[in-house]
């Protein structure tokens, strides 16, 4: 019987360890071994010739050493610190981050009257190689020229697909200065439906309060084309100036001034998929 109650428990232990390898591969996928040129050329820093030139020229350094190896093989994990011509960066299989977007910028890859978002943004995001047509990071839906907060972009294309797929929206919160002063009678028709003027259908806020005379916290779970504009124009009122502060459980940092951006952490991707 000893021998008998071995066995289950080193049958337990093993599907224990089974369970936790599944769990951390799905969370961090596969760890590739990169040679250090096709490292920096899937982070964005050039052509794989160029690479391997910044690497020969003793310009790259991995967790603080020098390796001039053009070939060197590199354990690719998450969070990988390296430096490029004194440039501090890290790997990421996929490129997430968050941008506090100022006012005054266009989410548009060629814009038209304003700077581009995308040049808020280092090189290296704006290189990385993809599978898609587009390089490097893309925005995950659009804010207007004027409207300042949360956006986040990202090159993992199955995320931006998530994120953009009607069944999976998730409500999006923002802050909206009006013209005029806002009357309960107007909140309670943004919370039952207006009719906008490209679908018979109503949208609806999911959540709308006051926070000042003048001032509406507003949550969406759609995302037309403008609007928490066209909404409030259609209770009489006009948007003065619009901020958003949240996307499903994900919050815009306090501490992240407008026109910064940094990586998002795994849970912070998480949480911005959660409804609630
Ligand atoms: N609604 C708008 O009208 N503009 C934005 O930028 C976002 C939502």
Redesign the pocket.
């Known amino acids: 019987t000893l021998h008998h109650h071995k066995q289950e428990s080193n049958e337990c232990e093993s599907r224990t360890a089974e369970f936790l390898m599944s769990n951390s591969l799905l969370q961090s996928g596969t760890m590739k071994t990169l040679a250090l040129a096709d490292l920096l050329f899937t982070q964005g820093f050039g052509t794989r010739r160029i690479c391997a030139g910044l690497v020969q020229q003793g310009l790259v350094s991995v967790a603080g050493q020098s390796i001039t190896d053009a070939s060197a093989p590199i354990a690719a994990a998450d969070g990988l610190a390296f430096s490029v011509q004194g440039q501090q960066w890290r790997y990421y299989e996929y490129a997430t981050v968050i941008l506090h977007k100022p006012a005054g910028y266009e989410c548009s890859q060629k814009p038209s009257a304003w700077p581009s978002i995308y040049s808020l943004l280092p090189m290296p995001l704006r290189m990385r190689p993809s599978k898609g047509k587009q390089m490097g990071v893309q925005a995950i839906g ?3 020229q ?2 300042t907060g949360l956006l986040v972009l990202t090159d993992n294309g199955q995320l931006l697909h998530r994120m953009a797929a009607p069944k999976h929206h998730v409500p ?1 919160v ?1 802050q909206v200065q009006c013209k005029h002063a806002m009357t309960s009678a107007q909140v309670d028709q943004l919370l039952a439906g207006v009719v906008l003027d490209d679908d018979p259908k109503p949208v609806r806020a999911s959540a709308c309060s006051l926070s000042g005379e003048r001032r509406l916290d507003l949550t ?1 779970a759609q ?9 409030v124009a259609a209770v009489g009122n006009r ?1 003065e100036a ?1 901020h ?1 502060s949240q996307i499903g459980q994900l919050h815009l940092p306090s501490d992240l001034p407008a026109g910064q951006w940094r990586w998002l952490t795994a849970e912070e991707i998480t949480a911005m998929q959660q409804k609630q």
């Open positions: 659009r804010l207007d004027d409207t999006k923002y969406l995302g037309k084309y403008h609007q928490v504009k066209r909404m948007v619009l958003r």
